[in-house]
């Protein structure tokens, strides 16, 4: 009898018990606690290298740009130096600045003028109903980033690229502290004119974005516009 019950109970598998299932799921949660703030951070820095990549490509558009234009460059800004990313003005003067980029085709790839980072600021993300692409298919085209605001593109288009030499040409768009919030929050990218693409610390930008105030786009402002972009030439 107590050798055919035994027999009855090999190849039985005996289940987890309350303790040992708790005691699994607090190793797991432990794991994901460690894990996690590792996989965050190598998911920050791959979109803060694909970042620098479409910064760089846009530089290297800059280049050819000015190879066919008598070395002119499309950067500058639309009324006050914080309005520096358009590339299509719907009900006025249409293609500017970025949009010089797209009209000669050197941007085949229409997400390079985008942060990855960037989803909360729809205004400035790839093809949204706020922001159309193609350019001129209704609305308002923003880059995501922000040009050099060198000139006034009302008045001005000339901008020599051997003016600009190793200063900033492009950057994450930095024209107040929110938007940096809605990217890589601790730092910005920004782009030279020759070619390289430097990673610049939040902490150096704060003074000036402390000191914007007022509406999104207001004259008052253009001196830490000017500041932030001084910031960027001197961390190449």
Known sequence: MNQRRSSNNIGRSRGFTLIELLVVIAIISLLASILLPSLNRARDLAKRTVCASNQ??????????????????????????????????????????????????LMPEPKVF????????????????????????????????????????????????????????????????????????????????????????RSLLDEDFEQITGGPFSGANNIHIENIWETFDEQH
């Open 114 to 201: 985008y942060c990855p980072t960037n989803t909360t600021d729809i205004g400035a993300c790839f093809d949204t109903d706020r922001n159309r692409w193609p350019p001129g298919s209704g609305g308002h085209t923003r880059a995501g980033y922000g040009s050099r605001p060198e000139v006034n593109w009302r008045y001005s288009k000339r901008v020599h690229l051997y003016e600009l030499g190793s200063k900033a040409v492009v950057a994450d768009f930095a024209s107040a502290a929110g938007h940096v919030n809605d990217r890589h929050k601790d730092g910005v990218n920004a782009g030279y004119g020759d070619g390289a693409v430097s990673w610049v610390a």
């Open 56 to 105: 760089h490509h846009i530089t290297l558009a800059y280049a050819s740009y000015a190879s066919e234009y008598s070395n002119y460059i499309p950067v500058g800004y639309w009324s006050t130096k914080q309005f520096n990313y358009p590339i299509y003005l719907a009900g006025g003067p249409g293609f500017v600045m970025f949009g010089n980029l797209y009209l000669a085709d």
